[in-house]
């Protein structure tokens, strides 16, 4: 069992500790790590082109710390993709990834699909709705990568705890972190719950991690990556970093109920793998929910299946293009040394 009050103090970071951003990518090119960001959107077509833009300006032509700044959809009908194109993203339509296999819809899906389309040795995942977006969104969760060999998944978590006359603010994550996520956490894999915002959407992660991890396609991919990585890893492979704070659209609480009926599938399944509890019977997959029509309460029904994709490196395109791609390191000339070298 890990010292959970040793690994927050050895595996918690502040994003401040990364100011020197030249220093930074001095040390990415000595390891000769390549790192691409993946933004996946849907009809984000507000925010996008300002995410592209500071990243772009900031961390590819300021300081080359990514190599590829990459847009993946699940089909916007607004203009997210020519506006992300607009700016320099490379943009891609997941159902174009992979198209001997039959598309999927989900954050999930994209995220996946990310490690076929993408070369980073590091691949950085941010939301795309992000109204107060900065540079430390990427740097804070690759930054530990780099100055840690042993780190492997970097989360990020957000609204420090602040001093007040009347104490100290609790900090956590959102609501269904909070109500869901943690207590499950608490109740059957302890040490996970040292993760201050398990649902977070920005994480940075070892290529080499995410091509052996199965992905379900939904709600549950964030804790079905944690739940995986800390029963191959441990929680050595693990480290967070605080981003200060992050604006964005909330969502409204039916749309949670749905997310956690999701969420709560894959951590049954999880469970259920890991023999922590015994086998299940087949589980319901519509959530029922109310609305008020005329006076009168009708029943909303919403089918939530989480399906899941299978490791990438079990893929045989996959399996191909990596081949391929070994193949071709291999035929490149070494660089000559000089003398003094």
């Not at 500790?17 to 691409?36: A, H, M, N, P, T």
């Not at 469970?271 to 019977?281: A, C, R, S, V």
Request: aromatic fraction near 8%; proline fraction near 6%; glycine fraction near 6%.
């Amino acid at each position: 069992m890990t010292n959970l009050n040793e690994w927050l103090n050895n595996n918690t970071y502040h994003h401040s500790q990364f100011w020197d951003l030249k220093q930074l990518v001095k040390e990415k090119e000595k390891q000769g790590i390549r790192v691409s960001l993946c933004i996946p959107t849907l009809n984000e077509e507000k925010t996008i082109g300002k995410e592209i833009v500071v990243f772009k300006s900031e961390l590819v032509n300021r300081y080359p710390l990514l190599d590829e700044i990459a847009v993946i959809d699940s089909g916007s009908v607004d203009k997210t993709l020519e506006v992300a194109a607009s700016f320099g993203a490379d943009t891609y339509l997941s159902s174009e990834i992979l198209p001997d296999l039959e598309p999927k819809r989900g954050k999930g899906e994209n995220l996946w699909k990310a490690i076929y389309q993408l070369k980073g040795d590091i691949i950085v995942y941010i939301d795309a709705d992000i109204k107060n977006i900065h540079p430390r969104f990427v740097y804070g969760l690759v930054a530990p990568l780099i100055y840690r060999p042993e780190v492997k998944y970097v989360k990020a978590f957000y609204d420090r705890p602040l001093a007040f006359s009347q104490g100290v603010r609790p900090s956590g994550g959102g609501r269904v972190t909070e109500i869901l996520v943690r207590p499950l956490f608490s109740l059957f894999l302890p040490e996970l719950s040292a993760i201050i915002q398990p649902l977070s959407g920005e994480y940075a992660v070892r290529r080499s991690v995410l091509e052996e991890i199965p992905f379900p396609i939904g709600y549950g991919v964030e804790t079905s990556h944690l739940i995986d990585v800390h029963q191959i890893y441990g929680m050595s492979a693990f480290a967070q970093t605080d981003l200060d704070q992050r604006v964005h659209r909330n969502q409204q609480t039916r749309s949670l109920g749905r997310m956690s009926f999701g969420i709560l599938q894959t951590f049954l399944s999880r469970l259920q793998k890991l023999e922590i509890i015994g086998e299940l019977p087949p589980l319901e997959t519509v959530l029922r929910q109310f609305q008020v029509h005329d006076e009168r309460f009708e029943a909303v029904e919403h089918l939530i299946v989480e399906e899941e994709r299978p490791p990438m490196l079990d893929v045989p395109a996959y399996q191909e293009k990596k081949k391929a791609l070994q193949k071709s390191e291999k035929r490149k000339p070494r660089k000559k040394q000089t003398a003094g070298e």
